[in-house]
């Protein structure tokens, strides 16, 4: 509460006041507020504040697999949202030196002659269907953010990283890098199409959602769907590197991929309505109550600065409840506290206005 509306309660508080007690308090500018998400493993969740219909989701997919895997896409976008709603939040894991990441990462395919490849880095998205629901989840992501491709096998020699994705994310993630021997990767996926594989000396595994190579020394693809970068190239003497990886949002007013920079992961942020609204008070009893009933009529009014506001009231910390004012209550002796806190956009204003008031019982004479 601020000093003007604490100087306001106390006077109320001292004394009743006729007429409603108005007292100027300037709208407050909501700050920015973001959670981020880290890998588990599993599905997490977060519901949509009230009054907030936009966030910005900042997802980075995991990286391929192998010393030479491919790294993640970031996808930035800004989506609408309904308040209330309930947004599932995937974070992918790395691929490893085999099996594909959480969320979507390809797992190598057998060798056939060389070392096998590392599987691919899983997507990081935010979605509306939960995963339990099967083929309904998939359709409902909003922002993905797919993982790089696993490096392909044959031999000490690292390969190149894969490349960044495509900055609208509208088309194929990229390449893995070739192999020291000219081998070629395999292809980045797209949002309808696995990517091509890989050649000479190992075949470059598609994007999740596509069809693997027949070569066994290729990288696993990146997760996200058919969003995946494509598997770095395999085969002695030299392993190819991961490829890339894309990104794409549903409904977004600004998106931008790039190539992450740091381990998989999900924020989002958003905007609270920028009037947080304030409560004052009015006519209110004084600090001492007396009455020769078991319990006394009290009345408190009160108001808010905020066109549009409604009102939440509690006494004696009991949970809080829509009121109007002038809120009447019957009270029996003792000390009592009486809150009221104004709503708006359904934002609560965060420091009630209080009264507190003793109730003595009045012996007839």
């Not at 104004?342 to 206005?353: E, F, K």
Request: proline share 7%; net charge positive; charged share 10%.
């Amino acid at each position: 509460m601020s000093a003007l509306r604490r100087t306001a309660a106390a006077a109320v508080a001292a004394l009743v006041v006729a007429g409603l007690t108005t007292v100027d308090a300037p709208a407050r500018a909501a700050e920015p507020q973001t959670v981020r998400f880290s890998y588990t493993g599993a599905e997490q969740q977060w519901v949509v504040p009230a009054g907030v219909t936009a966030v910005q989701v900042v997802a980075t997919g995991a990286a391929g697999g192998g010393p030479g895997g491919g790294l993640g896409a970031t996808a930035a976008a800004t989506v609408p949202v309904t308040p209330g709603a309930v947004l599932y939040v995937e974070v992918g894991g790395a691929g490893t030196s085999v099996a594909g990441g959480f969320n979507g990462g390809g797992s190598s395919s057998a060798p056939s002659g060389g070392q096998r490849g590392a599987g691919g880095g899983g997507a990081s998205d935010v979605r509306t269907v939960p995963r339990l629901q099967g083929g309904a989840s998939l359709p409902s992501r909003l922002v993905v953010a797919a993982g790089g491709g696993g490096a392909g096998g044959g031999s000490a020699f690292n390969g190149g990283a894969g490349g960044a994705g495509n900055v609208d994310g509208g088309g194929a993630g990229a390449s893995g890098a070739p192999g020291i021997n000219g081998a070629v990767p395999g292809g980045g996926a797209s949002q309808v199409t696995g990517g091509p594989g890989g050649g000479s000396g190992g075949s470059g595994q598609l994007g999740t959602g596509g069809a693997g190579g027949p070569g066994g020394d290729a990288g696993g693809g990146g997760g996200g769907g058919l969003y995946g970068g494509g598997g770095g190239a395999g085969g002695a003497p030299a392993a190819g590197g991961g490829g890339g990886s894309s990104g794409f949002a549903v409904g977004a007013s600004r998106l931008l991929v790039t190539g992450a920079t740091g381990p998989a992961s999900v924020s989002i942020t958003w905007t609270p309505p920028t009037t947080v609204p304030e409560t004052t008070l009015g006519k209110a009893p004084g600090r001492k109550v007396t009455t020769h009933q078991r319990k006394a009529k009290v009345k408190v009014s009160f108001g808010s600065p905020n066109p549009g506001a409604t009102y939440e009231c509690s006494l004696d910390a009991k949970p809080f409840a829509p009121c109007a004012s002038p809120a009447k209550l019957r009270v029996k002796k003792g000390r009592h506290t009486f809150a009221v806190r104004a709503v708006l956009a359904g934002v609560s204003d965060p420091t009630p206005a209080t009264v507190r008031f003793e109730v003595r019982r009045k012996k007839r004479h």
